[in-house]
């Protein structure tokens, strides 16, 4: 069972990044998935989410406009395209997989995601 995360890198704020979360050895067409961040010294922080069915997402409001997040349920992959990218979005990006099947909301709380990815650092400079 294995989320892997990938796609991260140093860049320059205005900047575009776009992760990928490839799932195996898990259902994934029928949850939901979830990116978080968590910056240094700082606690996770909740960034987007994308239903089972891919038409459903939600972001926080720091990100809205910025960031949007996709699936490919044929890939067994998540998405989240970053785009103007700001130094303050600059952490360790995390995706998972919300531990519901079919689930009906939204979950900002990481105590609602089963399985976790390792990360992927995302620094931008200013």
């Known amino acids: 069972v294995q989320l892997q995360a990938s796609g991260g890198g140093l860049v320059q704020a205005g900047d575009s990044l776009r992760l990928s979360c490839l799932a195996s050895g898990l259902t994934f067409s029928k949850y939901g998935m979830g990116w978080f961040r968590q910056a240094p010294g700082k606690e996770r922080e909740f960034v987007a989410a994308?239903?089972?069915?891919?038409?459903?997402?939600y972001y926080i409001d720091s990100v809205k406009g910025r960031f949007t997040i996709s699936r490919d349920n044929a890939k067994n992959t998540v998405y989240l395209q970053m785009n103007s990218l700001k130094p303050e979005d600059t952490a360790v990006y995390y995706c998972?997989?919300?531990?519901?099947?079919?689930?009906?909301?939204?979950?900002?709380?990481?105590?609602?995601?089963?399985?976790w990815g390792q990360g992927t650092q995302v620094t931008v400079s200013s």
């Open positions: 998972a997989r919300d531990s519901e099947y079919l689930g009906t909301y939204w979950k900002k709380n990481s105590a609602e995601y089963d399985y």
């Open positions: 994308i239903s089972w069915r891919p038409a459903f997402t």
